[in-house]
């Protein structure tokens, strides 16, 4: 990559891969120390060569976030495209992960192409066609870039921008999403039940409360909890529904000693209507009941973190928009459908912007080899440019 790469792009197809040659891994993933400060700097270079008004938050050493807007003359809606720029380490992968190739089948190679910096790189084209659109008085809603950090890990970059007071009527989030209009997704709770025990000589059978054999009463009940969830599907469908899985456990500090304490931490994901408080009382409830009917069992519940789920009506007028334009731009009607994963578009949920995730056609995310088709990419800047023009208004 170029020292000083070219902010005078204006093809979609390479300003990704401008992005791509940017290393912005995750911190201490591998040899970039930088974390999103160098694409940082290129994007408000890339702006500023726009004249377009742009804002650095950086409330953490090198997790800078970029809020730009090209403000409309007044009375109509404001559009928020949001993209993260970091990626997953470029450690594991095959070939160069900054090469931003274009091979013939037609497709950019890289870490980060599809996840997401194709869809980024489709939100400044249409932010810069914005301001054209505001310079010739066509513009009456403020149509609004955040390019964030830290999505991949504990998304502080969007946190950051809300809590800074950016809102918009509408967003939308260009991760991958195989060109499907994604209307709702799940969220998550992260807990931590420690089950206590009595540490004592490993002879000591009258002194000691194994707490990992205590422990193993509440995964059994973890378990029936996991296939009772399965049932509150709205759906129907099995993914759909709520789950819950024990990820780690911890306890014991050597084989001749009972041990005094078992940690297990647990995942548990949501769906619109549950929370962190509804979910913690479930699993109060477990335990309660084990203490009750179990000797010598003791515990303490934690919650360590929690992300809302997100959905969006089926016939909310934003979504409507969005399918019309995806009709328009490739002639086919693109799937509506929940998605299991989580990403930014929650934390813009609870705050009152309604939103959708759609983005390019891309594969291999966070594996050994990673690529995003190019026309998806250019068709998906052509929505985005027509969407504002009609939704800002």
């Not at 086919?332 to 929940?338: G, Q, R, Y």
Request: glycine fraction near 8%; include cysteine; aromatic fraction near 6%.
């Amino acid at each position: 990559m170029s020292p000083t790469p070219d902010v005078t792009i204006d093809d979609v197809v390479s300003l990704t891969q401008t992005l791509v040659q940017i290393d912005s891994s995750t911190p201490g993933s591998g040899t970039n120390a930088t974390g999103e400060t160098a694409i940082a700097k290129y994007i408000v270079a890339w702006l500023h060569h726009r004249s377009i008004e742009t804002h650095w938050i950086e409330e953490v050493p090198n997790r800078p976030s970029v809020v730009a807007v090209v403000r409309g003359s007044g009375g109509g809606k404001s559009l928020m495209f949001n993209g993260h720029t970091d990626t997953v380490t470029l450690q594991g992968y095959t070939d160069d992960p900054l090469s931003g190739h274009v091979a013939p089948d037609g497709r950019l190679y890289g870490r980060g192409s599809a996840d997401m910096k194709s869809g980024l790189a489709a939100a400044m084209i249409a932010l810069a066609q914005a301001k054209q659109l505001s310079l010739d008085s066509k513009l009456s809603g403020d149509v609004i870039l955040a390019a964030v950090a830290d999505e991949e890990c504990d998304s502080i970059g969007t946190e950051q921008v809300l809590a800074a007071g950016w809102r918009a009527d509408a967003a939308i989030i260009a991760e991958p999403t195989e060109f499907a209009i994604i209307n709702a997704h799940k969220g998550y709770v992260l807990l931590e039940v420690e089950v206590r025990g009595v540490a004592a000589h490993g002879s000591r059978a009258d002194l000691g409360v194994d707490a990992i054999c205590k422990a193993g009463h509440f995964l059994v009940e973890l378990d029936r909890y996991a296939q009772q969830l399965q049932e509150r599907s709205p759906t129907g469908e099995r993914l759909d529904a709520p789950n819950v899985h024990a990820g780690v456990i911890r306890g014991g500090a050597e084989i001749n000693s009972y041990p005094a304490s078992c940690v297990v931490e647990i995942e548990r994901r949501t769906i619109a209507g549950e929370t962190d408080e509804s979910v913690r009382k479930e699993l109060l409830e477990i335990l309660r009941r084990l203490e009750e009917r179990v000797p010598d069992f003791s515990f303490e519940l934690r919650v360590t973190s929690y992300r809302p789920p997100f959905a969006i009506a089926a016939d909310h007028p934003f979504l409507n928009l969005v399918v019309e334009q995806a009709v328009k731009t490739t002639g086919a009607a693109p799937p509506i459908k929940s998605e299991t994963y989580w990403t930014d578009m929650a934390l813009l949920d609870e705050v009152g912007i309604p939103g959708v995730i759609w983005g390019p056609k891309g594969s291999g995310l966070h594996s050994k080899e990673e690529s995003v088709e190019v026309q998806s990419i250019r068709d998906l800047k052509d929505s985005f440019v027509a969407i504002m023009e009609r939704f800002c208004q």
